[in-house]
């Protein structure tokens, strides 16, 4: 099973800074499956970017990278909706499997 | 809209069934590989179970298995999820989620449902 460790576990930041998440796998996963979903409190995950692309409605502030076993997301110029739990995902192999979440908190 | 809706979820005894439904709309659900991932209270996403678009080929967790049975009905857009020999720690929200291929392996799961909610206690 491919563990996923997010850091950090939470991110405080103020609205127009800059937020990023990193990911790290436990063993290698090819960046075409890896994703990132939001999570808002009492809501269901939305996923958010999948491989390099954005999925439908998603704005140009959100971007992920990485490569091997270190994957990041990126939010720039953080807005108060941004505020959410965020999950990395990988679907490469079985299981699947998510990491265990950031919460990013505006200021 | 591209929709799923989940229903069936209540509290049951430890020991007991449940079938969780997944209604879709809004795409052709026979071409779509379809997913079950569930959220146990305050915790993270754990995924469950996959089904190919044909029902033919399955993936279940090792956390589930044997107990638990994914199936599809593409003549009514529904998926299942058969639960049985509940245990406390099956309680979650569960959520219905459509992949963006007719495969369980290798594609993103790109809708979720609201979830529903199943309760396992005594």
């Known amino acids: 099973e491919t563990v996923l460790t997010q850091s950090p576990g939470i991110l405080s930041l103020s609205p127009g800074e800059r937020a990023v998440i990193s990911c790290r796998a436990s063993q290698t996963v090819s960046s075409s499956y890896i994703g990132w979903l939001q999570q808002k409190p009492g809501q269901a995950p939305r996923l958010l970017i999948y491989g390099s692309l954005r999925a439908s409605g998603i704005p140009d502030r959100f971007s992920a990278g990485g490569s091997g076993t270190d994957f990041t997301l990126s939010i720039s110029r953080l807005e108060p909706e941004d505020s959410a739990v965020y999950y990395c995902?990988?679907?490469?192999?079985?299981?699947?499997?998510f990491g265990q979440g950031t919460k990013v908190e505006i200021k | 809209e591209v929709q799923v809706e989940e229903s069936g979820g209540g509290l049951v005894q430890p020991g007991g069934s449940l079938r969780l439904s997944c209604s879709a709309s809004g795409f052709s659900f026979n071409n779509y590989a379809m997913h079950w991932v569930r959220q146990a209270p305050g915790k993270g996403l754990e995924y469950l179970s996959g089904l190919s678009s044909s029902g033919r080929t399955t993936y279940v967790a090792d956390s589930v298995k044997g107990r638990f049975t994914i199936s599809r009905d593409n003549s009514k857009n529904t998926l299942f999820l058969q639960m049985s020999s509940l245990k406390p720690e099956d309680t979650a929200v569960y959520y219905c989620v459509k992949g963006l291929g007719s495969a369980i392996d290798y594609y993103v799961m790109d809708v979720w449902g609201q979830g529903t909610t199943v309760t396992v206690s005594s």
């Open positions: 995902h990988q679907y490469g192999t079985q299981p699947r499997t």
